[in-house]
Structures are given as structure tokens and as C-alpha cells.
């Protein structure tokens, strides 16, 4: 499951917890290793979240 596309066929999952510095509201996302590498360079180019966790899910 990866949150990034619905045709990722990667199997490793990610999970990413974010905060928004606004609103303190975290959010759980989910991607492969490869995307979550990508969604964390998003994250930290954008000053609205900030990186609570990120974890791997192992199945
Ligand atoms: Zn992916």
C-alpha cells in the first residue's frame, strides 16, 4: 500500500506521521521506502508539516 500512487507496486511500507505547524492536527500516511523518501523531501521543502515519525512497517 503506498499512499503516493495506487499503481505502486513496491511492497515495503512506510508509515509517516506528520504535524501541521498550524493546526497541531498529526495525519498517518503510508508509502513504500522509495516514495517515502520522496514525500519526506516534499515535507521538509514545506513549512506547514513537520516529521513526527517515520517508521517501517514490517509484514
Ligand atoms: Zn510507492
Same mark, same amino acid.
Given at each position: 500500500?503506498?499512499?503516493?500512487?495506487?499503481?505502486?507496486? =513496491?511492497?515495503?511500507?512506510?508509515? $509517516?506521521?506528520?504535524? =501541521?505547524? #498550524?493546526?497541531?492536527?498529526?495525519?498517518?500516511?503510508?508509502?513504500?521506502?522509495? #516514495?517515502?523518501? $520522496?514525500?519526506?523531501?516534499?515535507?521538509?521543502? &514545506? &513549512?506547514?508539516?513537520?516529521?513526527? =515519525?517515520?517508521?517501517?512497517?514490517?509484514?
Amino acid at each position: 500500500m503506498c499512499d503516493l500512487s495506487a499503481d505502486c507496486s =513496491n511492497d515495503e511500507t512506510c508509515q $509517516l506521521v506528520l504535524r =501541521n505547524e #498550524h493546526t497541531g492536527i498529526k495525519t498517518t500516511e503510508y508509502y513504500c521506502k522509495a #516514495h517515502l523518501v $520522496l514525500r519526506i523531501w516534499e515535507v521538509e521543502d &514545506d &513549512d506547514t508539516f513537520c516529521i513526527v =515519525n517515520a517508521t517501517k512497517l514490517w509484514r
